[in-house]
């Protein structure tokens, strides 16, 4: 483990991950997103992959040597194999000017794998601290004498339900879709640091305590045995997996997840994709993780993994796209482009001329689920009237697309009742 030793380390830096991740990938290096103010003259930066393997590692290099913003923050863990190359680079590189490490980690990088592990908060060197990062420091250490209750700060996320106008539930099988966001009904997460890691039991969605057994009855007939909880737990420890798998250092902080939502259950609304949805959005925020770490366009891939392989909730895409997108968005989940870029193509419509919708839903509806359930297995099987089904719902949805940006509301309400 190579580190600088003017390196300010903050207390909830969590060196366990670092070194999870070393042992999972070999030679890494850790390394930070550039803020507007600091230039590339003053950092070694480095080049990667999708892999996120180094290609490039550049020695304090002009602002138009590459477009990275990606720079070392002199953190290094190296396999003991590797060790023996600083002999092979000191036998060929002999001038005073090749014997600093930056310039050691440029040839390194060409000779063997490294890879980048991102730390989402900013990295500092104590040499270098100006009067404004002083005082943002000394702010801070402040901060941290107060008791935590009065220095937290909520975040709250909220995410819509939506409706799906076309091509429902091809998304699962290769095919085509419309759906569209709706504000009327809403899950929304709030997050907030807190000692210990809590999860908040919804009051109506995760009861522990009823009136009587008919309360008890009439509750779990309407709302239930599977609450919100459970989805915020799968959606932390998805999280973590992810940052874990993906190089991305979390911060040691601890804290308390809290959900609201009123959209009504087991009727296609999507209520529990968006409380995962909303549940990420608070985890991304509070831990600094940003768009770059988590795409928007895998977004939705990464919901539907919570609920898939967490939870064993049967689904398909949609829903969570349209979640992360918002609005009125067209989906085509062709396998060409499943397989090619491992996502599908988004397109935002406008809806700002659709006509107005009338929601109908049942109050005491059956599960969905049971009723869709052996689609998948009759699709797999080679089923040709499923198989016909979905091509037949892609094409529907293509139709539509063509109507809703022509505005031809007559052919579209035709196709909207096909």
Known sequence: MVVAGDMLFY????????????????????????????????RGMVEMDADKRITRFLE?????????????????CF?????????????????????????????????????????????????????????RQVKRISALALPLRDRINPFSSR??????????????????TISMSISNFWAEVTIVESEKLVLTPHKLNDPTEFGGLSDLHWISRKEGYLGGLRLLQATCKKFYQYCAAHGIALAKRNFTLSYETNIPRQVGLAGSSAIVVATLNCLMRFFNVTDKDIPKTIRPQFVLDVERDELFIQAGLQDRVI???????YMDFSSALMETQGHGDYVHLNMS???????AYLSDPSDSGRIHSNVKARWNGGD????????????LALNAKVAIEQQDWKTFSVWLSS
């Open 79 to 135: 396999k003991k194999s590797s060790l023996a190359l600083i002999d092979d680079y000191l036998v060929t590189h002999r001038q005073m000017d090749s014997l600093v490490f930056g310039k050691f980690l440029e040839w390194f990088v060409q000779q063997t794998p490294v890879y980048e592990m991102k730390l989402p908060t900013r990295f500092q060197l104590i040499g270098q601290v100006g009067l404004e990062e002083y005082q």
């Open 159 to 176: 995410c819509f339900a939506r409706i799906g106008l076309m091509g429902n539930p091809s998304d699962g099988f290769f095919g085509k």
């Open 11 to 42: 207390s909830n830096f969590d060196i366990a991950q670092v070194l999870d991740y070393f042992k999972m990938k070999g030679d890494i290096a850790v390394c930070y997103e550039l803020d507007s103010t600091e230039c590339t003259l003053s």
């Open 384 to 395: 040709e009237e499923v198989h016909d089904a979905m091509k037949q719902f892609a094409e």
């Open 353 to 359: 001329t659709l006509p107005h919708f009338w929601l």
């Open 60 to 76: 304090k290099p002009n602002p138009s040597e590459t477009d990275s913003r990606l720079a070392s923050v002199v953190f290094y």
């Open 323 to 329: 979640q992360v997108y918002e609005g009125l968005v």
